[in-house]
């Protein structure tokens, strides 16, 4: 079954390639998010719809670059730098299949801002680009629903909670986080229908990311809404909206309270605030720091031990548990030489919103300007909060983060 299902992902995406290519960008978002709803429907999974999944995106990318006359990284040079030097790291790893899965992933997501900066230069691009994080709402949402009804999957935080997630687990939960930020933007480029049916999904995602109970996805979001409050030109409207949601939620709260409750009781003493020292997480970063900076031998210090391959090669009572922070993944195996590396490209990321300044006399492009730059800043803060507790290898999330970044700075970069 799962062998007929990666040949249906590497079929259709292909034919959509081959015939519209245009249209595929779009697709490709809600194909993550739907690969990533389907693998909790197989009992078991091996890795051949991941190798399929790959294959299209890196298709798609060099099709891309190939239309851009080569193009593509002309503002994001850096960007082809860091990709050469995992590569080369890549190469050199014990266990080359773990690594160069990894290596993939991160070039995959990372790649999609100069794709976004692009091929996003016009308000109907963008509306088309809502419509399809509207449609990761209602896939959250069907998710939600169906895995709940029929006892889909698994709940994360122990097996005596009456609440699933399917596959929408660990990573994969931060998606919606993103997907919910971005509709402060759809009342710039959308129908009022389309509008409509976003704030139809969008509380029970809030809802579900809610009952998931991970930590980060909840502070996430939380922080990216706080950015869009202050320091949007729409200060008030925004406000309003995060009112509302709350009041319906609290309104809710009877339904869910025996679930959420349930999901507290679970997670026991994580949720304490002086619990964060006694973490796995926490602890890593003096064991990482101590076999790279703190090593005294230059191989480590500058270029790490193994990239992406921490189990069993990293000291202390979690030898055999993969390192969760992603700081602690990118010093580990790519050194102090990654760590600048993975900071100039989010430099150049940065400098990109930085650049644009411009705005002419049109009130439309003013509200335009004045919404999409702190969604800019909200999206590209919350991939720094999220990678404290793991996120980096999550295909899905990080797709969509990077694609609407790039989205951003390349439509606003041509607004005249």
């Known amino acids: 079954m799962e062998f007929i299902f990666s040949l249906v992902i590497l079929f259709l995406p292909a034919l959509n390639i081959i015939l519209k290519r245009s249209g595929f960008i779009y697709n490709y978002l809600l194909l993550n998010v739907f690969i990533d709803i389907a693998l909790g429907f197989f009992e078991q999974t091996t890795n051949l719809v ?70 996003f230069d016009s308000a109907e691009k963008m509306r088309k680009l809502n419509l399809a994080v509207i449609g990761t709402l209602v896939l959250v949402t069907c998710n939600f629903v169906l895995t709940n009804i029929f006892g889909i999957g698994e709940n994360p935080y122990g097996s005596s909670v009456d609440f699933y997630v399917g596959n929408l687990k660990l990573s994969a939960i931060n998606t919606p986080v993103y997907a919910l930020l971005v509709m402060t933007s759809i009342g710039l480029f959308n129908s009022k229908r389309e509008i409509t049916t976003a704030k139809l999904f969008a509380l029970p995602t809030i809802l579900f990311l809610i009952l998931s109970m991970k930590r980060i996805s909840l502070v996430a979001l939380i922080w990216g809404s706080v950015i869009l409050i202050l320091f949007g030109k729409s200060k008030v409207k925004n406000l309003k909206r995060t009112v509302m949601a709350i009041l319906l939620l609290l309104a809710l709260y009877p339904i869910y309270s025996p679930v959420l409750n349930q999901q507290i009781e679970a997670r026991g003493n994580r949720l304490e605030v002086g619990i964060i020292e006694e973490e796995s997480r926490f602890l890593e970063t003096f064991i990482v720091f101590d076999l790279t900076i703190n090593s005294g031998k230059a191989k480590p210090f500058f270029f790490g031990q193994e990239i992406w391959n921490s189990v069993g090669h990293y000291n202390g009572a979690h030898n055999e548990r993969p390192l969760h922070v992603d700081y602690n993944r ?45 969604l800019f800043f909200a999206i590209f803060s919350c991939t720094l909060i999220i990678s404290l507790s793991g996120g980096m290898m999550g295909v899905s999330h990080r797709t969509l983060a990077f694609l609407y970044l790039g989205a951003i700075s390349g439509y606003l970069g041509r607004m005249k």
């Open 330 to 374: 990118i010093l580990f195996g790519t050194g102090l030489v990654g760590v600048c590396l993975y900071l100039l490209v989010y430099k150049n990321i940065f400098s990109q919103m930085r650049r644009i300044t411009y705005r002419n006399d049109s009130l439309l492009d003013v509200q335009v300007y004045d919404t999409l730059r702190p």
């Open 50 to 119: 991941a190798y399929s999944r790959a294959i299209i995106a890196v298709v798609f990318v060099m099709v891309v670059w190939y239309d851009s006359g080569g193009k593509l990284f002309h503002r994001n040079k850096i960007f082809l730098v860091y990709f050469l030097y995992l590569l080369v790291l890549t190469f050199g790893s014990s266990n080359f299949n773990v690594s160069f899965s990894s290596t993939l992933k991160m070039i995959i997501t990372l790649v999609m801002f100069p794709v976004g900066m692009y091929y």
